[in-house]
């Protein structure tokens, strides 16, 4: 019965994009979680709006309108924003404005536009069927260039979350970092929107980092917990939406949340035995 | 090359002081900060520097470690020009405790102090790479033994005492085998118990390891005993000595240019009266509150 699952081209299509994204938002997204940045990754997420409205308006296909939108939302966040000394408190005020100027943006081209826009539920809520070869193909490049990215500035980067200060007197470039971590975080965001829709992107980027943090503390193991996560929720909602009537979307953000919920509980109930 | 060796092997020969500072004067943005100051640390040595609010204490120490330009003077750091020796100095910025929330073990944070500006990542297998990867395992090893933090170095650090947080905050700055260790306010926010407890392992530090050390303090008293010398800067001037050669009426009167009494405790605190405070507060604090 699982042999069924490779027969047809856009089922294996589907598995090598899912696990495509989801090795890219799990590694991105342990970052994330460390930094505490989720909102920042949820405004990235709802840049697909004004994104696809935008792409479609000037005619340009959709997927780059999504990598545009995110790229110029993470330089806006990032010449706004002054890092305090320690952790990133003064910030959400600043991605609420860039989220909501966003959403106006899209909602003005849509207008302007006559509100045309094709696979408004897609865009939202994602799908894993109907993925080319193309897209797949550029899917793993743009995964192994952004996961390269961060692999070189990875330690210095957890220095910088870890402790701002004393990285800056170590001669880490703070400022820099945070930069670049944004324009990472955005690729990977836009990358995983295509698959996951603009509103469950957490299922792979936040939710299996947040569970791997709770299992381990260890840097290196829990990167390679979450994206195992990842991988694994990815795939076990592809199969049985395969076999079922509900869309994938709901199977991946409920098998996310249940392992939360799960690791959470078992913990709970370690720490009271 | 052989000459450039012979003439570091002459500057930075095992004579060299720690830190050699003649009539120095820093400015901060056309601000005089401080204007003359006089100062050698002998290697090995633990000096306390003290001084009110906006004295200069943590730009002078930002100085030593190349961060800041003197305006005049001259500044030798182990023998050398300040930013060359940058690695050799294990430095501890004035700072707050870890968040609750800290998601990263004790260990891992002493750990990002020997590796923690490396790009990339390290791939590399075969005897060698593992022989040094042991290498860096025993000096991180080494570095929490000293500082007595073996017992929880694989808690979360958001989770320890401010304490326990200062210990390996201090194994972190250790950890490359430092001559020279740099502490601003690493007192500060402790509990009196902590307070001695800390300044009993620097002087241990500083006796066993070899490591000079310049700790910035604002009160001298929990650091009584544990001293070879202090630094008093006020005024943009310094003076330095022992603690019975400095802390008196009328060398801190000189230093501030006004009267001012130092008062004596039964069980040997010092209490310094009437100092004025300086005119400007510190600018530098990176936005803290």
Redesign the interface.
Known sequence: MIGQLFQYPFMVHALEAGTAVAVLAASVGWFVVQRRQAFTGHTLSVMAFPGAAGAALAGAPTTLGYYVACLVAALALGRSRRPQARGYVGESATVGTVQAVGLALGFLFLSLNHAVLDGLETLLFGTFLGVSQGQVVTLFVVAAVTLAALAVVGRPLLFATVDPVLARARGVPVAVLDLAFLLILAVAVAATTQITGALLVFALLIAPPATAQLITMRPLPGLLLSIALAIAIAWLALGIAYFSIYPVGFYTTTFAFAVYVLVRMGRWIASRG | MTTRAQAQGTREGPLSAAVEIERAAIRLGGRPIVSDVTLTVARGEFVAVLGPNGAGKSTLMRAI?G?VGLASGSLAVLGAAPAQT?NQIG???Q??G??E?????GI??VR??L???????SIALGSRARQKRRAERRLIEDAIALVGAAAYAQR?IGELSGGEQQRL?IA?ALVRRPKLLILDEPLDGLDLPNQSAVAALVKRISTEAGVAVLLVAHDVNPLLGYLDRVVYLAGGRALAGTVEEVITAPKLSWLYGAPVEVLKAADGRLVVVGAPEAPHVHSH????P
Do not use: E, M, V
Not at chain 2, 285 to 288: I, T
């Open positions: 470690l961060l940058r430095y501890l910025p700072r707050h870890f968040g929330g800290t998601r990263i073990r891992d944070l990002l102090g590796d923690g500006d490396r790009w990339g990542i979360p905050l972190q604090r990176h936005g803290d």
